[in-house]
């Protein structure tokens, strides 16, 4: 079940020179929840849409379970696109809207009925068949939508930003909702967005685009734990980021000097001695409290903080460079107060520049 998408060489350029997508290669499994992530004109929208056939690519090619469908039309493709917009069309009941598809391909109205039904129970509408689409909300929108896409059983699903009109709170809900329904029906669905939430938890792997090229790719726990340079590290999550000088470097450890003084970090590859490095700490993984010994230990002076309900954010300086703390139900901190923070070397990762 599921269908296998090779990506070879693909590349676009809307303006002659200028690539907003340089060559490519991908391999998604079947029945993998495939993220594109990246901000606005990284090219993942583009790939997307040459995947389904709405765009001719300048080079390369796309297979469909190891078949050339580089040059077949979007219906000849067996991929099926959810918009962000959900393009329903709102002279139509739930139903109807489901059933269209179906129809289009010829199939007898029997088989219609039943597949649709088995699409509302799927997404959780089973009792809005014969409702009209202005008078549901957003997330039910969204989801006839999703029914529609798979009530044709598509070789490919393909997604694009498809919760990014709704409101955050809904937003959650969706997430673990679309995850369900792709995984229960075992469809290959490849999703573009921008939102690195959405990514981390719903994606069994994840590529990350900047400005046409492929950066990183890997589990939403790689890419996380050990991006490969400043930019995946940033646009996966909050990070602190210190220049500094190596030491030394043995058995893939790392001493760094740096403003706060030195800091062991896991390295991804061998280092010079001398050489200037970066050092990545997410915020929730420093310390005020005493750690063990191994820990990394330094001292640093608190600006302000900010409460968020479920964590508070502590800004400090070491030196001149600034350092995030996220803090559970933390104690009174005083600004213009030195603290220790401490933070295990596992945790310190030196990035590829």
């Not at 800004?315 to 901190?333: A, Q, Y």
């Amino acid at each position: 079940m599921g269908t296998t998408v090779e990506i070879k060489g693909i590349s676009k350029s809307y303006v002659r020179n200028v690539r907003v997508l340089n060559p490519l290669d991908l391999t998604i499994a079947a029945g993998e929840l495939f993220f594109l992530l990246g901000s606005s004109g990284c090219g993942k929208s583009t790939l997307l849409r040459i995947i389904a056939g709405l765009l001719k690519p300048d080079s390369g090619s796309i297979l469909f379970n190891g078949t050339d469908i580089t040059n077949a039309p979007p219906e000849k493709r067996k991929a099926a696109m959810v918009f962000q917009n959900y393009a329903l069309w709102p002279h139509m009941t739930v139903f109807e809207n489901i059933a269209f598809g179906l129809q289009i391909q010829g199939k007898k109205k029997a088989a219609v009925r039943e597949t649709v039904m088995n699409m509302l129970e799927l997404v959780r509408l089973s009792d809005c068949a014969e409702r009209r689409i202005q008078s549901l909300s957003g997330g039910q929108q969204q989801r006839v939508a999703l029914a529609r896409a798979l009530a044709v059983d598509p070789a490919v699903l393909l997604l694009d930003e498809p919760l990014s009109n709704l409101d955050a709170r809904l937003r959650d809900s969706m997430r673990l909702e679309i995850r369900r329904i792709c995984k229960e029906r075992g469809v290959t669905a490849i999703y573009v967005t921008h939102d690195r939430r959405e990514a981390l938890s719903m994606a069994d792997r994840i590529a990350v685009l900047d400005k046409g090229f492929l950066v990183q790719l890997g589990t939403p726990r790689q890419l996380y734990r050990r991006p490969v340079n400043n930019f995946v590290a940033g646009f996966l999550g909050d990070a602190n980021f210190l220049r500094g000088t190596v030491a030394a470097f043995e058995n893939g450890i790392a001493e760094i000097d740096c403003s706060c003084g030195r800091i062991r970090a896991s390295a991804f590859g061998k280092l010079a001695i001398g050489c200037e490095v970066e050092l990545m700490m997410r915020p929730e993984h420093l310390h005020f409290e005493k750690r063990p010994e191994d820990a990394n230990g330094f001292t640093c002076v608190l600006k302000d903080g900010a409460y968020l309900g479920d964590r508070t954010e502590w800004h400090l300086f070491s030196g001149n460079d600034p350092v995030t703390v996220f803090e559970t139900d933390p104690p009174h901190r005083t600004p213009g107060t030195e603290y220790r923070l401490h933070i295990d070397p596992a945790r310190v990762i030196v990035l590829n520049n």
